[in-house]
């Protein structure tokens, strides 16, 4: 798992919505997200359930490009 990839998949899907949005609505913490969309980080399994369904894409999609 390419976590730098990971995380500019996160970029582009988030695509112009603020980041603070999608941290809010996924429920995890600004920081956290910022440290995925960097590549800083790997979320645990249900974040990345959160995080697929919140962009309507499968976790593989996401995190197994």
Same mark, same amino acid.
Do not use: C
């Given at each position: 798992?390419?976590? #730098?990839?990971?995380?500019?998949?996160l970029?582009?899907?988030r &695509?112009?919505?603020?980041?603070?949005?999608?941290?809010?609505?996924? &429920?995890? %913490?600004?920081?956290?997200?910022?440290?995925? =969309?960097?590549? =800083?980080? %790997?979320?645990?399994?249900?974040?990345?359930? #959160?995080?697929a369904?919140?962009?309507?894409?499968?976790?593989?999609?996401?995190?197994?490009?």
């Amino acid at each position: 798992m390419d976590t #730098k990839k990971i995380g500019k998949r996160l970029m582009d899907l988030r &695509g112009n919505k603020p980041r603070e949005t999608v941290a809010k609505d996924i &429920g995890i %913490s600004l920081s956290a997200l910022a440290m995925y =969309e960097r590549g =800083e980080r %790997s979320p645990r399994d249900e974040i990345k359930i #959160k995080l697929a369904k919140y962009f309507n894409v499968s976790v593989q999609d996401i995190f197994f490009v």
